[in-house]
């Protein structure tokens, strides 16, 4: 199977918390590889969500110390895939300081026919602990019962300009006396584009139209200094949450919804479709 598309009900079940996933098979017959390969499937986990309608990016995280033969590529490295278009990014910084002065990020554009099969495949997961818009701020028990029994956290926060962001929580704050908590979401870096899709496109069109054309067996990137912005939120159960730019100047602003979510046992999880054998 070689699809991109996220279906309407994956795409309800993404803003509800539930994981997604890439699930593919590279081609071994592209001139471009150094040796031949066998086939094989991978797969990789979207830590980090960014959706606006019915528009996603989904990014791995940025890792470090990638083995290259006998050297170590030190440079920090994420995979991104996108239901917009037949491309995906891979991602590249040799440091979040150095990324935040220059205030742009390495992203290196491919096909998606890289993939000899390609799909999304989502995963209901997760447990909601709570949520803003069912749940008083010190109706907590859940999230307490969570945190001390050291689940992993995941936070879905909708802002007001009505952007989804999806990520894994870094640590979690747990007020004992009022009840009230405060999570903070995993650091990392992201290229505008994720949030404002059409300029991306735009780009694409006007200097490597080919990347645009569904039937393309190209294995020939582009490769754009795209402009950043740190991926870093504290969210507040009374309303209230701070990005990056709001961190710096001690203020918050109100969200339209915030929801928590713990991961369930595996025995408990069920996906919700799988690729073509």
Known sequence: MFSYAISDEDLRAL??????FTVMEPRTDLDSLALPQDPYLECLPMNYLFMMDSAVWGMTGHRGSLFS????????????????????AVLRHQSFAESLRSGSVSARVMHLRMYERFQFTVR???????????????????????????ARLKAVLVLPDGLTVQAPVHIPYYRTGSGHFDISTVPDLAPQFFVQSQTLVSELHAVHPELLNPDSLSDRGLTLSAPSMPV???MFSDGTYADPGMKQSGTRSAYLSFSLYAHKPSRQSRQTHRINS
Do not use: K
């Open 69 to 88: 033969g006998q050297s170590v590529d030190g440079a920090m490295t994420a995979f991104a895939y996108t239901n917009t278009a037949p491309v995906y």
């Open 124 to 150: 209901d997961d997760m447990e909601l602990l709570w949520t803003s818009t069912h749940h008083d701020p010190v109706e907590t028990d859940a999230v307490r019962a969570a945190i001390q029994s050291g």
């Open 232 to 234: 870093s939120f504290d």
């Open 15 to 20: 803003a509800q918390g539930a994981s997604l």
